[in-house]
C-alpha cells in the first residue's frame, strides 16, 4: 500500500512524519475522510471544499489548489489500483519547534492514504447513550472546523464503550441534540425529517447533505432545527449519517427502544436511494 506523503509517494511502513509536527504535538490540522464507490470518489468536490474551509478557519494556508488536492487523491487510489476505499486526507501545521506558535511551522505537512472499504450498508441498528460529555459549542471550537482535535468525540466514546453500546450522542452547551461522536443525527416523526441545524454544534456531514437532498427529492419534508432528547426517545425514527457510517438506523437511546427497535420505513428508503446514488454523485477516479 502506497501513501502519498509531501508530494511523493512512499511505502505505508515508511510513511512516518516528525515529532515535532504540529499536528501530533497540538492536534493542529484539519482532514477529510472520504469514500470512494465502485471507481466513484463520493461527492469529492464538497470533501475538499470543506478541507479548504477548515483550514481556512484555523488560518492555515494549504500550499497547493483544490484542483491540485483532488488530483492527489485521484493518484492515490490509482497508485493503489482501489475502486472500492476509505480515503483519509489530512494537513497540519507542519514541523515546528515545542512551543505551540503557528508561525514556528513553515511548511504544512500533507498526507493521504486510501485502503480498500466494502460498502457497510447492512447494520441492523445500533443502540446509544448520551455522553454527559457535550459538544464543543461553536465559540470555543466550532465543530464545523473538521479539525486533528477529536477529543471531544473520544471522550464521548469511551462513555459509550463503558456503557457497552455502540455510540454516544453529544448534547450542545444549551442541552440540545448536536451529533454523534462522528456521525450527524435524523429522527422521523409522522413522516417529517429533522436534524439539528449547523449553529447546534455539528460538523456540517457531507452525508447530511446528501440525505436532505435525497429525502427532498422522495417528497419528505426536511426541517434542521433545535432537537431535544425527548423529541429523539419519542421519535418514530432515528438514524445516523456519516460517511463511514453511510446510513445507520438507531433502535434504543438512553434504554428507550426507539419505536419498535427494528429499521424504520423511511430510513430504509433513503438507504436504497443513498446506495442507488453514491456512485452518480462524484469524481471518476480512471477515465
Ligand atoms: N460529525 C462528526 C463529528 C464527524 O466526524 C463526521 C464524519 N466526518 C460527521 C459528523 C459526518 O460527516 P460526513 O457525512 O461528511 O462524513
Known amino acids: 500500500m502506497k501513501v502519498y506523503l509531501n508530494g511523493k509517494f512512499v511505502d505505508k511502513e515508511d510513511a512516518k512524519i516528525s515529532v515535532y509536527d504540529h499536528g501530533l504535538l497540538y492536534g493542529d490540522g484539519v482532514f477529510e475522510g472520504i469514500r470512494a464507490y465502485d471507481g466513484v470518489v463520493f461527492k469529492l468536490k464538497e470533501h475538499i ?13 494549504i500550499p497547493m489548489s483544490k484542483e491540485e488536492m483532488e488530483k492527489v487523491v485521484i493518484e492515490t487510489l490509482r497508485v493503489n489500483n482501489l475502486r472500492d476505499a ?3 486526507l489530512v494537513v497540519t501545521r507542519g514541523v515546528g519547534d515545542l512551543g505551540l506558535d503557528p508561525r514556528k511551522c513553515k511548511n504544512p505537512t500533507i498526507f493521504c492514504i486510501a485502503e480498500p472499504m466494502k460498502p457497510l450498508l447492512g447494520e441492523d441498528g445500533i443502540r446509544v447513550i448520551t455522553a454527559s460529555v457535550r459538544r464543543l459549542p461553536v465559540d470555543v471550537l466550532n465543530p464545523a472546523v473538521k479539525s486533528l482535535n477529536y477529543l ?3 471522550l464521548a466514546k469511551i462513555q459509550a ?13 444549551e442541552g440540545y441534540v448536536a451529533e454523534g461522536t462522528g456521525d450527524n443525527i435524523f429522527v422521523v416523526k409522522n413522516g417529517v425529517i429533522k436534524t439539528p441545524p449547523v449553529s447546534s454544534s455539528v460538523l456540517r456531514g457531507i452525508t447530511r447533505d446528501t440525505v436532505i437532498d435525497l429525502a427532498k427529492e422522495l417528497g419528505y419534508e426536511v426541517i434542521e432545527e433545535r432537537l431535544t432528547l425527548h423529541e429523539l426517545y419519542v421519535a418514530d ?3 445516523i449519517t456519516g460517511t463511514a457510517a453511510e446510513i445507520v438506523p438507531v433502535i434504543e437511546i438512553d434504554g428507550r427502544k426507539i419505536n419498535d427497535g427494528k429499521i424504520g420505513e423511511i430510513t430504509k428508503k433513503l438507504r436504497e436511494k443513498f446506495k442507488e446514488v453514491r456512485t452518480k454523485l462524484g469524481t471518476k477516479i480512471y477515465e
Do not use: H, P
Open 49 to 61: 471544499d470543506r478541507l479548504y474551509d477548515s483550514a481556512k478557519s484555523i488560518c492555515l494556508k
Open 86 to 88: 476509505y480515503i483519509r
Open 152 to 154: 471531544n468525540s473520544i
Open 161 to 173: 464503550n463503558y456503557a457497552g453500546v455502540d455510540e454516544a450522542f453529544l448534547l450542545d452547551a
Open 237 to 239: 425514527e432515528v438514524f
